[in-house]
């Protein structure tokens, strides 16, 4: 797959494997190595469950692999006393109509003639991978 795809961007194969003859070693890797899902179904009175249940759950996730990045500017800090001036957080995934909040209490020291807006105290950066496995910020 990377001699196909660049690495950011190998799409997610979800299998589905119904009945036994099938190479359950070859699509079980496949799923794994991009991030899919493998279904074994035994029957096929068992696929359209299966199926929709798969397509339920892509529906539902908007997002994966959430990378935050906060890095303060001209002399912030984080109030815990800590000295780092770059905090990151991962999130597995992001479901649909779901929040995730992320609080940051911040000292901010005294600016000499500051101007309304000119000073930037943090940047934030935010990276994910879209349903379809595209990497964004």
Do not use: W
């Not at 890797?29 to 074994?40: A, D, N, P, R, V």
């Not at 935050?68 to 984080?78: C, H, P, Q, S, Y």
């Amino acid at each position: 797959l990377s001699s196909v795809y660049p690495l950011h961007r190998v799409p997610i194969i979800s299998v589905f494997a119904c009945g036994t003859k099938h190479d359950h070693h070859s699509l079980f890797s496949l799923s794994t190595l991009t991030q899919g899902m493998y279904y074994f179904v035994e029957t096929s009175e068992e696929c359209l469950d299966t199926v929709l249940e798969a397509i339920g759950c892509l529906l539902a996730v908007t997002a994966t692999n959430l990378h935050l990045r906060v890095e303060l500017k001209n002399g912030a800090r984080f109030e815990n006393g800590r000295s780092e001036t770059v905090l990151t957080r991962e999130f597995k995934e992001l479901i649909s109509e779901q929040n995730r909040n992320v609080v940051l209490r911040l000292t901010i020291p005294t600016m000499q003639n500051p101007v309304a807006g000119s000073v930037v105290v943090a940047s934030a950066k935010l990276t994910f991978r879209d349903p379809f496995g595209v990497v964004k910020e």
